[in-house]
């Protein structure tokens, strides 16, 4: 079956601009989770979702990143006023049940964010 | 605080087994060991998971230790496409985000 698709997979901003990152999870999907990837870097958690309901946005840098997933399904990460420091790849996982401990997160191939 | 300890780098030859270390002595009784790759230009993809006993899959082997301070890895003949980042994560009963340290980036070589 269809597996977790982002788009866009690639997006180039000017500094200052607001950007919006999409992540549509493996169909009946109840948690998804977003994470941000640097170069040679290990994905670092951002934020998570069971159903629409954010769960933990502990991970979040700062109040110009937010993310929604209004009908349990697709979830948007915004980032507003974009900085350079932002570039990086924001993946987004999804699992089938509530709990990553004892289930498995299927992660997407990622947007590649680039600040000019 | 990944709250686990690997190498950072192993290499391996083509078809012959390899053990990937992770040290996480400070492991509460209701941790699950989670092992993750990410192969070159792609996202994480599972591999693995325990909590005390052995475990295995058809993608690999995850040997626990009797004190669940360290586990390892075991990909019993590897391949050249079994090069990748491996993550060993360590993830508390009912935690639902992932947190990922450096990995053990593994070569392997024809």
């Known amino acids: 079956g269809a597996g977790v698709s982002q788009s866009p997979r690639y997006k180039v901003t000017k500094r200052g601009q607001d950007v919006a990152l999409r992540c549509d999870p493996i169909?009946?999907?109840?948690?998804l989770y977003w994470y941000r990837q640097a170069l040679g870097q290990g994905p670092e958690f951002l934020t998570y979702?069971?159903?629409?309901?954010?769960?933990?946005k502990s991970g979040l840098p700062n109040d110009r990143f937010s993310a929604e997933r209004p009908e349990g399904s697709i979830s948007t990460l915004t980032i507003q006023r974009t900085e350079q420091r932002d570039s990086a790849m924001y993946r987004c996982?999804?699992?089938?049940?509530?709990?990553?401990?004892?289930?498995?997160?299927?992660f997407g191939p990622g947007t590649r964010l680039t600040v000019l | 605080d990944a709250k686990t300890t690997q190498p950072n780098s192993m290499e391996s030859n083509e078809e012959e087994p390899v053990h990937l270390p992770c040290n996480h002595s400070?492991?509460?009784?209701?941790?699950?060991i989670h092992w993750y790759r990410q192969l070159p230009s792609q996202g994480p993809e599972y591999v693995i998971h325990?909590?005390?006993s052995n475990v295995n899959n058809r993608m690999a082997s995850l040997a626990i230790a009797e004190d669940r301070k360290s586990s390892t890895l075991i990909l019993h003949r590897a391949t050249l496409r079994d090069a990748a980042v491996y993550y060993c994560?360590?993830?508390?009963?009912?935690?639902?985000?992932?947190?990922f340290g450096t990995g053990t980036r593994l070569q392997v070589f024809p």
């Open positions: 996982a999804s699992s089938l049940v509530v709990g990553t401990s004892t289930d498995t997160q299927y």
């Open positions: 169909s009946g999907h109840v948690s």
């Open positions: 979702f069971n159903y629409e309901a954010q769960q933990d």
């Open positions: 400070t492991i509460s009784g209701t941790d699950y």
């Open positions: 325990g909590l005390t």
């Open positions: 994560i360590r993830i508390s009963y009912n935690t639902d985000k992932l947190i």
